[in-house]
């Protein structure tokens, strides 16, 4: 059973924006840190933007910083990943995930590796096309 839901994914222009959504409904949201990654065929997966919940501390990749936001809404249980200025090399799968509480400084030096995220969603395509 899928702890975390995407949806948002699909064709985009460059230049143009999408958000993804996760629907974590079925965790208690305050106690995670939040991750969205992404992924194409032949490369690791790359963490792009993260929330640490209990102090809503946000990080993200040198690769999307200021471009992709990541938000969340507590009363849906949503994180969302808004993603703007949108490139071909954006095209991948992209993924949520949740992780167990960390501190401070290993949010801050580690905050997107794969390593500290325990739930994972089922990924949404995302493809960035003239």
């Known amino acids: 059973q899928l702890m975390l839901v995407e949806s948002g994914g699909g064709l985009v222009q460059p230049g143009g924006s999408l958000r993804l959504s996760c629907d974590a409904s079925?965790?208690?949201?305050?106690?995670?840190?939040i991750g969205w990654f992404r992924q194409t065929p032949g490369k690791e997966r790359e963490g792009v933007a993260g929330?640490?919940?209990?102090?809503?501390?946000?990080k993200y990749a040198d690769s999307v910083r200021g471009r992709f936001a990541i938000s969340r809404d507590n009363a849906k249980n949503t994180v969302y990943l808004q993603m703007n200025s949108l490139t071909p090399e954006d095209t991948a799968i992209y993924y949520c995930?949740?992780?167990?509480?960390?501190?401070?400084?290993?949010?801050?030096?580690?905050?997107?590796?794969?390593?500290?995220?325990?739930?994972w969603g089922q990924g949404t395509q995302v493809t960035v096309s003239s």
């Open positions: 929330m640490r919940m209990s102090s809503s501390s946000t």
């Open positions: 995930a949740a992780g167990m509480p960390v501190g401070r400084d290993t949010w801050f030096i580690n905050g997107l590796e794969e390593n500290l995220y325990t739930y």
């Open positions: 079925k965790l208690t949201l305050d106690w995670y840190i």
